[in-house]
């Protein structure tokens, strides 16, 4: 818990609530007849509601990106390096607006919330949600708060998916979008590697075919694996050789399976059982989808620049040396397509050995040219009356 | 930053029709891509290798790619720009001639800046059995980025074996000043030099 909050942190923080009642039709051809949003908004909207800025969430995120829910909370939101007073994302100048996306399990309508018509969790009936039908949900949400454009959209690896279906759903409504450590589509090893999570979770006899709440129990194995598997492609070959190399918890062979020998077994150990405290299998099965289906192009004969010609958002894209889940070779594939059009966009290619997490930590050259652009960003929507 | 702006940035703008699409390699803070943005309203980007210089190009509103010219360009298609333009870079690439024809694929047109070897100090220099130490090439032989220095006439062979036309010439010295005997006799007189060219078979 913090003792003592930062002076550039946006300090507490107290999520809110928004419900929708008009339907929202999905990508799979089901309708969500209600549903509701939970978010958290840091810093003033100004007169002219020029100022706001959308974080999307990755993976395994929340809407809960900066600041602190209490004074007993042990970490700060999933994105305080980048969200506060005077950081790149500075909510002197900005609205920052984060939510839970549909099918999350921190508070948005999803597999673990309860389906009214049934009154039992929706577990495996909640439909399967696409980027599109996340950004539909936002841009409802962006309505409610009385945001016509949003001044950037941001976003890392799954976010950063989002912020570039924004660009191109609702070309009108986004100024910028920040798209860092993504891709314009799984490859087939991403493909691949999502699975391998997914059959850890549907395999595991107390997953009850998604219907395990109704027996007490979660996926814990499974979910616990799929985490494991996730941190691996996280974290760059360097990183953990940096990390843990091959040191061993006692420092001697146990010759034996019984317990995690080396550190990074017990490292992943140790990520696995967090996660499972906090996070839902349905919902981690979900999100894999949402990445695997995720691809723009294939709308306009697999050309992404096709895909991309309506966009009218400016664009800053950023990839990481050593991300192979997402490697520079992906985010340059968005570039070459938004330089085929004469888009507006910038690139920066970090060189940082922290693999596909390098998105949310304090690289010095990562957060001074992401702070940079928000500068620029912030002087264009306060001129803007 | 007018005031700051190089010379030869200053005879490039002339070079450069208002409007146009520009890619500038090696473009350092983007000095010349603002002047020539504020000045004759053209498109591009940059591409830069340098984090600082990136920070700088984004925060000057420059639109920057983080690039690494040894690499290659294939992220760029053929004669995606009007101008492709490199000051003082082609000098400290791995393989000028493969860079040259290159840019020359992805730009109609070519700019080219560098420092002319054959300049008579340079020569001067080496006759009495030291490296040239000048304003034009202002490192010692063992820190010096130039790892591909050429004469002008080194280079306009170049041109001529790779099928490039040369549209324009000028040379100067490091103040961008220009005389009539660095005309009459650029291979000896001139520093640095500019040329405009375009790949004549295509």
Request: net charge negative.
């Amino acid at each position: 818990m913090p003792e003592k909050i930062a002076d550039d942190s946006v300090g507490l923080v107290t999520p809110q609530r928004q419900r929708f009642t008009e339907a929202l039709h999905l990508d799979c051809g089901r309708d969500l007849p209600e549903y509701e949003i939970i978010y958290e908004t840091y810093g003033q909207l100004n007169a002219q509601a020029s100022n706001a800025i959308l974080i999307c969430h990755a993976l395994s995120g929340d809407h809960h990106a900066a600041g602190y829910h209490s004074m007993d909370e042990r970490k700060p939101g999933w994105w305080e390096n980048c969200i506060g007073p005077g950081k790149a994302i500075d909510t002197h100048r900005f609205f920052v607006v984060s939510l839970n996306n549909l099918g999350g399990c921190k508070g948005s309508t999803g597999p673990n919330t309860i389906n009214p018509e049934t009154n039992k969790p929706y577990g495996p009936d909640f439909p399967i949600v696409t980027v599109r039908d996340w950004v539909e949900s936002q841009a409802r949400l962006a309505k409610t708060l009385g945001i016509e454009q949003w001044a950037a959209v941001i976003g890392g690896s799954l976010g950063g998916m989002q912020a570039l279906q924004w660009s191109l759903q609702y070309p009108d409504k986004v100024r910028h979008a920040v798209v860092i450590a993504a891709a314009p589509k799984l490859s087939a090893q991403n493909i691949a590697f999502n699975e391998v999570a997914r059959q850890a979770i549907l395999s595991d006899p107390d997953f009850h075919a998604g219907h395990y709440y109704e027996h007490q129990v979660v996926p814990r194995r499974g979910l616990i694996l799929a985490r494991m598997l996730g941190h691996i492609t996280y974290l760059s070959d360097d990183a953990m050789r940096a990390k843990f190399g091959r040191e061993l918890r006692e420092g001697t062979l146990n010759f034996g399976f019984d317990e995690a020998e080396f550190q990074v077994e017990s490292y992943l150990h140790y990520q696995g059982r967090s996660f499972v405290d906090r996070f839902d299998g349905n919902t981690y099965l979900l999100m894999t989808k949402a990445l695997d289906y995720f691809d723009p192009a294939s709308l306009h004969e697999h050309d992404l620049a096709r895909a991309l010609a309506h966009v009218t958002a400016k664009f800053l894209v950023i990839s990481f040396t050593s991300d192979w889940r997402f490697s520079s070779a992906r985010s340059r594939e968005i570039v070459q397509a938004l330089l085929h059009d004469r888009k507006t966009v910038s690139y920066m290619e970090v060189n940082a050995n922290q693999g596909h997490d390098a998105f949310l930590l304090n690289i010095p050259q990562y957060i001074n040219g992401f702070k940079a652009y928000m500068e620029h960003v912030a002087a264009e929507v306060n001129n803007d009356v | 930053m007018m005031s700051k702006l190089r010379t030869d940035l200053a005879l490039l703008t002339e070079w450069i029709e208002p409007h146009s699409h520009v890619l500038d390699l090696g473009c350092g803070e983007g000095t010349l891509l603002v002047h020539l943005r504020e000045n004759s309203h053209i498109t591009g980007y940059g591409l830069e290798i340098d984090d600082d210089n990136i920070t700088q190009c984004i925060r000057a509103g420059v639109n920057v790619i983080q690039t690494d010219l040894d690499k290659g360009l294939s992220d760029f298609e053929a004669d995606a720009f009007d101008y492709v333009v490199m000051t003082q870079t082609l000098q400290a690439i791995r393989r000028p001639d493969k860079l040259l024809q290159e840019i020359l694929r992805i730009g109609r047109e070519v700019i080219v800046t560098l420092p002319n070897f054959g300049h008579w100090r340079a020569r001067l220099s080496l006759a009495l059995g030291r490296m040239p130490y000048s304003r034009a090439l202002p490192h010692h032989w063992y820190d010096t980025p130039n790892i591909h220095l050429c004469t002008l006439d080194d280079f306009e062979q170049l041109c001529d074996l790779l099928n490039i036309e040369i549209l324009q010439r000028a040379v100067a010295d490091p103040d961008h000043q220009t005389s009539g005997i660095m005309r009459l006799l650029p291979n000896l007189m001139g520093e640095i030099a500019l040329y405009r060219l375009k790949n004549s078979v295509k």
